[in-house]
């Protein structure tokens, strides 16, 4: 019977997502989990985590057996930093199996990988590790990711109508009943909504005017009227500990023609996309039709060169990602971006951006389907809320 490969991966759950992913049991201390065969040829999975932590362990997650690092101590005694100690014990259990080599993901950590090679055991990178099992959603990791798109399109809403309700100063500035609407205040206001809801939120994009114009810019000061304000809202479920995303692009009082343009090409790109969305297309087949659309309504794609002219409008980034644990994960739907599978949940967010007067993007949120996706989205695709 060929022997199959023993399986490592170490961290602190709260953080490490593959880790996670794997045990379904978050904390906030080291941990490890190691898979291995037995005589038998079964697989056997267990789990190494602070002492203090084992009872909840065993009722939670998902291995097979759950112990402490002083389970495993090494001859020469564990170091008194956890983690150090977390390492050491990993390598002790191994040893006590007689297993010579393990295979890890993308994310482990060099104080295992030196425990692991003073124990005189071979360590092999598995680049896929952790990589395509979370990208294939289960039913209620789908559930989960629905949850949190809908929980995030709610306060999108209240965000959008927010600023396009609110009272234009004579300067152009706004306000709501009397308090001047800025960036770190509306932020404030979606932060504390979501945590009513049970989510946890990183910082929300709200960048008015040439802000936008980085589309990574989180935007600070006053909203003002007549400028897009691109909203960008990413929180993770306190439950599920799945993401939500979704931007939307709002202007207070009359819209100018060239931005109205511009997000309406936005727009067409984002549809355009999930319509060839499915399994078997490849990231990067996505991101051309999304680049085809923008180019044929006369904008450009790509980051801007060292002679570019303030008024140049294009996009500047790939169409979208994939989205569950963590709100950035792979697939990438951009250059070189691979096969779409069943399961993958993507975001599709086109957007354009211009220094002279700002950025506009929409994003939705997908599961790829066999011959199709599934969009998660309800809100509507409108500057004026």
């Not at 593959?18 to 490890?32: E, K, M, T, W």
């Not at 005189?120 to 559930?143: A, F, N, Q, W």
């Not at 100063?169 to 932060?191: C, F, N, Q, W």
Request: a negative charge; aromatic letters at 6%; glycine letters at 8%.
């Amino acid at each position: 019977m060929k022997m199959q490969k023993t399986l490592l991966l170490a961290g602190i759950p709260a953080v490490q997502k593959n880790l996670y992913h794997r045990i379904q049991f978050s904390v906030g201390d080291p941990a490890a989990w190691i898979q291995f065969e037995k005589t038998d040829g079964k697989r056997q999975s267990i789990l190494v985590c602070r002492d203090i932590e084992m009872e909840r362990a065993r009722k939670k997650a998902t291995v097979d057996a759950v112990y402490c690092p002083a389970d495993f101590t090494p001859e020469a005694g564990l170091s008194g930093d956890r983690e150090t100690a977390t390492a050491q014990a990993a390598a002790e259990c191994l040893n006590r199996r007689g297993i010579s080599a393990v295979t890890s993901d993308r994310s482990l950590a060099l104080i295992y990988l030196e425990a692991l090679k003073n124990a005189g055991i071979e360590v092999h990178y598995s680049p896929e590790m952790g990589v395509m099992e979370r990208r294939g959603k289960s039913e209620d990791e789908l559930i989960a990711l629905r949850q949190a798109q809908s929980i995030t399109e709610k306060v999108m809403s209240m965000a959008c109508q927010l600023v396009c309700h609110a009272k234009a100063r004579k300067d152009g500035s706004l306000e709501v009943e009397g308090d001047s609407l800025t960036s770190e205040s509306l932020r404030a206001r979606i932060d504390h909504w979501l945590l009513d809801e049970g989510f946890s939120n990183p910082g929300s994009i709200i960048a008015c005017g040439p802000q936008g114009a980085d589309c990574h810019e989180y935007g600070k000061g006053r909203l003002c009227t007549e400028a897009p304000i691109i909203i960008d809202i990413f929180p993770c479920s306190k439950s599920t500990h799945y993401n939500g995303d979704c931007t939307r692009t709002a202007v207070h009082g009359k819209i100018p023609v060239h931005i109205e343009k511009a997000y309406n090409t936005a727009v067409k790109a984002k549809f355009a996309a999930m319509k060839v969305t499915r399994a078997g297309v490849t990231g990067e087949a996505v991101h051309q039709e999304t680049i085809r659309v923008i180019h044929e309504h006369g904008y450009e794609t790509g980051l801007p060169g060292k002679e570019s002219a303030a008024s140049r409008c294009a996009m500047v980034h790939g169409t979208g990602h994939g989205v569950g644990l963590e709100v950035h994960e792979p697939p990438l739907l951009d250059f070189k971006g691979p096969t779409l599978i069943v399961g993958d949940v993507l975001t599709i967010e086109p957007g354009l951006y211009c220094p002279a007067w700002g950025g506009v993007r929409s994003e939705d949120m997908v599961a790829v389907r066999e011959r199709d996706c599934e969009s998660f989205n309800l809100l509507p695709d409108t500057l004026s809320w």
